[in-house]
């Protein structure tokens, strides 16, 4: 009753606005998230390619965004940029389903070529591998960068620009939660589809998933009709370059170390989820399998965080910043742990091979509708709130490099350690791997509790201060 009474209380143009936003910015990245790696595996590529396309696509068009960002930043408002980034996804989507898709065996390499330049030159093998679907792997770029740029990017900074620190604590965790509706949705939905016998499965998704980026322009611009949004255009003016955002890293120990807390988090994510998604690839016959129980896993999880919307909300009002900032890191080490005790052990389920994926399948799903839980419900409202003490300007370039140049350089790290594995031992497998990457995944467990700690102590001497 008290959540209720706390939402009513804020349930205003402003509330609801943001709450539309993020709801239909996670059901677009819920079906982006599985629809990313089932088309990649549609061409009967391994899980191993995607460290490749993280770190060599991924990673150096972030950098390229980043400082693109940053000039634009200076020469258009707030309104300009955030019409013209969301607008580029939702005409991508459209072309990829009018044309690229439909179309793609066309305009792809054709196999046989691939196979022979790979025999011919072995130790280039990913890159003809992404080369012969670089469609699919175009398709998993813009839906890499759309969860970093629409949702940690320009939602996150607008909402911040709105709110204060007081209508943060209260109203950021509904967002998360209440916005888990859209996961849901997205989820259930992309799994009903990948199990229907519907032809034209694919373009369908991706055109839906451009009318939602659509909708959401529409909703920024009522928002904008609607709230003040002085000081997020202020924020985008004065010394906005990317040589000033790296001495702002260099001279704040704050935004180093919460950098390197969502550095962890996505580094150890990435860790993980990639070696579980490569055991429930090989527990399904076919991708649309895949795709199909990825996207119910999705709505499993949306449906868990509404269910549980209270426990988030109750920490966040009655616990400190820090303890919060721990539950996340301590609580997802627990879980992994599990995981990688059942994925070294499987041999213990002495029935058959299936048997055995099924259960480390169902451990490894456990820890990731754990993990996308606490990213929505609690990781990413307490990581908004250590930007609030900020001014503008220190909010804006921070949330820039931590936000997408952060959490995108994470994931390319964790590519490059697990591809110089792959280099490394030609023949091994994400599996054989997984038994090395668990020592390196304790370590920056460690590095991601001490982070907190440390901005937790900066986080106190600010606030008071103001």
Not at 206 to 215: K, T
Not at 245 to 256: A, G, P, Q, T
Not at 426 to 448: D, E, G, N, R
């Amino acid at each position: 009753m008290d959540v209720l009474k706390s939402v009513r209380r804020f349930a205003n143009s402003k509330f609801w606005g943001l709450l539309s936003i993020i709801t239909l910015t996670l059901l677009s990245n819920a079906m982006l998230r599985v629809m990313k790696d089932t088309l990649l595996f549609s061409n009967n590529s391994s899980i191993e390619v995607v460290h490749f396309i993280k770190s060599c696509l991924v990673m150096p068009i972030s950098i390229v965004f980043v400082y693109f960002y940053t000039k634009a930043s200076l020469r258009f408002d707030a309104k300009k940029i955030i019409y013209f980034i969301l607008s580029t996804f939702s005409i991508f989507f459209a072309i990829y389903a009018l044309f690229i898709y439909p179309f793609r065996y066309l305009l792809q390499p054709n196999a046989n070529v691939i196979k022979l330049l790979i025999s011919k030159y072995a130790y280039l093998k990913w890159v003809f591998v992404i080369y012969g679907s670089w469609s699919n792997a175009l398709f998993y770029v813009f839906s890499e960068l759309w969860s970093s740029i629409a949702l940690n990017l320009i939602f996150w900074q607008f909402a911040n620009s709105i709110n204060t620190i007081q209508e943060a604590r209260l109203t950021y965790v509904y967002f998360g939660i209440l916005g888990n509706v859209g996961m849901m949705v997205g989820g259930g939905l992309i799994s009903f589809l990948f199990e229907s016998n519907f032809y034209y499965k694919v373009p369908l998704m991706s055109l839906l998933i451009s009318l939602i980026v659509l909708l959401i322009i529409m909703l920024y611009k009522f928002m904008f009709a609607v709230v003040d949004t002085v000081n997020l255009d202020k924020s985008n003016k004065g010394n906005f370059s990317f040589k000033s955002m790296l001495h702002i890293f260099i001279s704040s120990k704050y935004l180093r170390n919460i950098m390197l807390i969502v550095f962890c988090y996505h580094f150890t994510s990435n860790l993980i989820e990639v070696t579980w998604k490569s055991v429930l690839h090989s527990s399904n016959s076919n991708y649309e399998l895949y795709g199909r129980d990825l996207g119910m896993i999705y709505m499993s999880s949306g449906f868990i965080s509404i269910l549980l919307f209270y426990l988030p909300s109750y920490l966040i009002k009655n616990m400190s910043w820090r303890n919060m900032g721990l539950l996340v890191p301590v609580s997802l080490t627990c879980v992994a742990s599990i995981f990688y005790f059942v994925l070294f052990n499987s041999s213990i389920f002495q029935i058959n091979y299936k048997f055995q994926l099924s259960v480390v399948s169902l451990f490894g799903s456990i820890y990731y509708i754990s993990n996308r839980f606490l990213k929505y419900s609690v990781f990413d409202p307490i990581k908004e709130i250590a930007y609030m003490p900020l001014t503008q300007s220190e909010r804006l370039k921070g949330k820039t490099m931590i936000d997408v140049f952060g959490s995108k350089f994470s994931k390319a790290m964790s590519g490059y350690v697990q591809a110089l594995f792959l280099i490394l031992m030609p023949s091994a497998t994400q599996t054989y791997i997984s038994k090395y990457l668990v020592y390196i995944v304790a370590l920056f467990m460690l590095v991601w509790i001490r982070s907190v700690l440390v901005v937790s102590k900066e986080y106190d001497k600010i606030s008071q201060n103001q």
